[in-house]
């Protein structure tokens, strides 16, 4: 009897092993599984990329090179030795020093903020350092929003649920360190008086730091009938927060962001005006849009966010959708703003789905936003429209510090009838009059998410995801170094070594089992 019950014992360890230490992939049921959103950043020669991977469970990879691209290290799991829940979150870096802060807002744990540090530009990081935990409301969820360094201060942008009604909920905090993100001080409230906020945004210029945040003027207005209310308050170099000036009202804006050039502030979003028709649903009298103006906004402040100037309509009215109860079939969205010296691009798609379509549109400002030129339409290759999934900023876009005139693009693009996707950059030397295009598929192998940076020598890099691999997409890594005419061969980013030592994460689960097994063995040969 002895032998069988060591027999069932070996048996259930082995079965349990085998279980647990072989390879999983495509899950069933799940929408996307792989390499998701990659990010690059870059410092001087210092390049980073940061990408999420799931399958078969959620992990964080960087990636990290000192020669400007040239080569690169190995990839480094940045959730395999930390003993928190792991999330996609944001990373910031200054010199040599590398900060990556997430969020863990996963039950039977109070919500909470964490960070490691790199001292050595990514090669070892440090144990995770608590940001904050909110014990007061059990179930009141984080969101990290942004991360800022400079020098040895660290600052931690956060924000508590925003729907949870008229509590004293919805309120944006910053978290700041002076040490170098080994401790934090108590949060403090950005956005003390209002509860109903949304679409946090940040920009930096020089030492400044703005924030915007959106709330609707009345609490109790009728749906789509709601003006919003544009919050903007400064931080400087030292962490100082500035006064909250008072708010901009805007006729049911959407999605409003934010850029700066030293005082300058430009806003951008979108302006939805819905005309609403009363119809009757199995006898109810229901509210639906009928009709439905909607145009790309833009507004301009030269005193640090104090006043704004009239809004200028940057899209006309090409989509003004008046089919009957067919409104929403039309959308504006994803408006962005980017500064270089004097010129302003503003980028937006839109969305008509009775068509199937999405479309990409970019502008431009070289006199600081004072006046724009019209708008280019970036359809080329007779692809059937942009494609937003998974990503926040559907179009890529950064100038070389070399030229205000010379700018970059890069989006996702798909073919419905080949049901394949394709990276595509674009490049324009006259301010965003005219662009070339080039399809970056064939040569660098990136299909989807493609996201760049420059460097400080006019290097163009690039990130993004490829589709097609048995176990999900892989993230890629390619650059120029002639100013976008032409990319070098992808990197799969996910096939590098990974630098730390192999461990053996399932050694003390088997371990645990086979102790279970040997106490149940003796209780049940006791019992005898």
């Known amino acids: 009897m002895k032998i069988l019950y060591l027999a069932i014992i070996l048996i259930s360890s082995c079965v349990l092993a085998a279980v647990t230490i072989s390879p999983v992939h495509a899950q069933v049921g799940r929408v996307y599984f792989g390499a998701l959103q990659p990010q690059v950043t870059v410092s001087g020669n210092d390049l980073n990329i940061i990408w999420q991977y799931w399958n078969p469970k959620n992990s964080v990879y960087m990636v990290t090179s000192n020669d400007s691209g040239t080569t690169l290290g190995d990839k480094i799991n940045l ?8 999330s996609f979150g944001n990373m910031a870096s200054s010199g040599n020093d590398i900060y990556y802060a997430w969020e863990n807002n996963t039950l039977p744990y109070a919500p909470r903020l964490f960070l490691m540090k790199s001292a050595d530009s990514g090669i070892t990081f440090s144990k995770p350092v608590l940001v904050v935990s909110h014990d007061r409301y059990f179930n009141e969820a984080m969101e990290l929003d942004k991360l800022l360094v400079s020098g040895n201060d660290v600052y931690v942008i956060w924000s508590t649920d925003r729907s949870a009604g008229d509590r004293d909920f919805g309120t944006i905090f910053l978290s700041k360190s002076t040490d170098g993100g080994l401790d934090f001080g108590r949060p403090i409230p950005i956005n003390s008086n209002d509860t109903n906020w949304s679409d946090l945004e940040t920009a930096t210029t020089g030492n400044k730091t703005y924030f915007l945040w959106q709330s609707i003027v009345n609490q109790t207005c009728l749906l789509g009938q709601c003006d919003s209310q544009i919050h903007i308050r400064s931080m400087d170099g030292n962490g100082k927060l500035g006064d909250a000036f008072s708010p901009l009202v805007l006729s049911k804006a959407e999605s409003v962001k934010i850029t700066a050039s030293d005082d300058n502030v430009y806003l951008t979003g979108v302006i939805f005006q819905p005309n609403y028709a009363s119809v009757n649903s199995n006898g109810l009298k229901i509210l639906t849009p009928a009709t439905s103006l ?6 301009k402040s030269s005193d640090g966010g104090a006043t704004f100037g009239n809004l200028t309509n940057l899209s006309g009215s090409r989509y003004d959708c008046t089919s009957s109860g067919m409104a929403w079939m039309c959308s504006l969205g994803n408006a962005y703003s980017y500064v270089s010296g004097r010129d302003v691009y503003i980028t937006w798609v839109a969305s008509n789905y009775t068509a199937n379509d999405r479309e990409a ?6 006199d600081g936003g004072n006046t724009f030129g019209r708008a280019t339409k970036l359809d080329p290759f007779d692809l059937d429209g942009i494609d937003c999934e998974h990503i926040g900023q559907c179009i890529s ?24 996707g394709a990276a595509i950059f674009a490049k324009s030397t006259d301010g965003g009059k005219t662009f070339g295009y080039s399809n970056m598929t064939k040569s660098t192998g990136i299909t989807a998410s493609p996201d760049i940076a420059v460097g400080p020598n006019g290097t163009v890099y690039l990130a993004g995801t490829r589709s097609g691999f048995p176990e999900g997409s892989h993230a890629f890594f390619a650059k120029s170094t002639d100013g976008g005419d032409s990319f070098g061969k992808g990197i799969d980013l996910d096939l590098l070594p990974e630098s730390q030592a192999p461990e053996f994460p399932f050694a003390i689960p088997v371990l645990l089992v ?3 097994s040997m106490i149940t063995f003796y209780r049940i040969r006791n019992k005898k």
């Open 79 to 86: 959730s395999k030795n930390s003993m928190t829940f792991f």
């Open 294 to 299: 909607q145009w790309v906004f833009f507004t």
């Open 361 to 366: 549109f970019l502008v431009n400002s070289v």
């Open 397 to 420: 876009i950064q100038s070389p510090l070399a030229s205000n005139d010379t700018v970059y693009l890069a989006w996702s693009a798909y073919d419905i009838h080949s049901n394949h």
């Open 514 to 516: 086979g102790i279970v």
